[in-house]
């Protein structure tokens, strides 16, 4: 089987989303389906070799991140094109969210071509401070993602609360629910004798204070203005701030604030394991990636009670505060409040244990191979049920014919 994979960018541009579009990619590409993933030239396609068969850079213009930290890069004809060429050389589309006009481009192709979308929905509505933007989220909400959810062949959401938000949407089929996974050989609890102290000190970090992490992009919607204010009050915590974006936390001038850039997954393990709370006062999210990794390594999350819900079941080992619509002093009280019940409640022999306990689950809850298997099934079907001139041949993959 040929699968065509679209997102609006490539991994090499740090988002959650390109990354799971390219773990899912390499997972698929395993298990004998003929995968090709296109994305916009804005970000660097993944190098030769990297397990990945075929990638296809769209050209596009990426002025709306520069300019709004909003990404959405726009492709233009000749991108539109290409991307109508990829789409009838294959047999079915995997796009990765609704709102990327890359991926509007292609359901309009495959739906001209006849082709099998299967569509992954990651965000719902995000709650801008700009009322232009906001406006502009809403409206593009109504009047594009409800549209793509509806025209896809399957819908899988990667958060129950996601789910939740587009569930008044006349689906074709019945939406499935697959989280992403996570790597637990790579993301998972400190050994015995772990020194976090010693850690941190390797990494240029004070030890003598609690060390607050965040992990994402430098944006608006990740809660940047909290974790300013939150570090302006509360000079006895260390902040570390692990990405990138159009924000400059550096610019805050701040003592307690260590930006740090470029890193990977295996350099992230040792700030999660020697970290005392992860803390993520998003708003609009799925199932950040983040979160699982955070839970994998055993330390604690703080997030926002709409990103709690994205997995019911996780609730028990997730910190949740009220963010959405409140006004930002009260959040950053309650954030306040929970950092120090959060510490206090994981320090000295509990947090070991504590930290077994969510990496447990992570590892019982979240697999790629079980995600790339669900993706697999799906597809399967969706070609059993094409028409015989839209397709090639399909081939079974080694999973399936036993």
Sequence with gaps: MRVLIGSAYFESHRGGIEIVAGRLARELQRRGAEVTWFATDSSLPPEPGSGIAATRPIKAWNVTERVLG??????????????CRHVRSTDVVLLHDSLYPTNVAAMLAARWHRKPVVLTQHIASIQYRNRLLRGMMA??????????????????????????????VRFTAEPRLIFNGVDTDIFKVPPAGFDANATRASLGLSGSRPLVLFVGRFVEKKGLHLIERLARRRPDLNF?????????PAAWRL???????????????????????????????????????????????????ETAAADPGARAHINSVDIEGVDPDT??????????????????????????????????????SEAARAYLSIISALLEKAPAHAVGPVSRTPSERT
């Design 240 to 248: 570390v701030l692990a990405g990138w974006g159009p924000i400059d």
């Design 139 to 168: 409206a593009a909400n109504a009047l594009i993602a409800r549209p793509m959810l509806a025209a896809a062949d399957q819908v899988a959401f990667i958060s129950a609360a996601v789910a939740a938000q587009f569930a008044h």
């Design 255 to 305: 003592a307690n604030v260590d930006v740090r850039s470029d890193l990977q997954a295996e350099t992230l393990v040792p700030l999660y394991q020697s970290s005392d709370v992860l803390l993520l006062p998003s708003v609009g999210e799925g199932l950040p990636l983040v979160l699982q990794e955070a839970l994998a390594c055993g330390l604690p999350v703080i997030c926002a009670s």
């Design 70 to 83: 909003v990404p959405l890069p726009l492709p233009g004809p000749a991108g539109i094109a290409a991307l």
């Design 331 to 368: 959040a950053v009280a309650a954030l306040d409040a929970r950092i120090d019940a959060v510490v206090a409640e994981n320090s000295g022999a509990r947090r070991a244990a504590n930290a077994q306990a969510r990496h447990a689950y992570v590892r019982a809850r979240y697999s790629w």
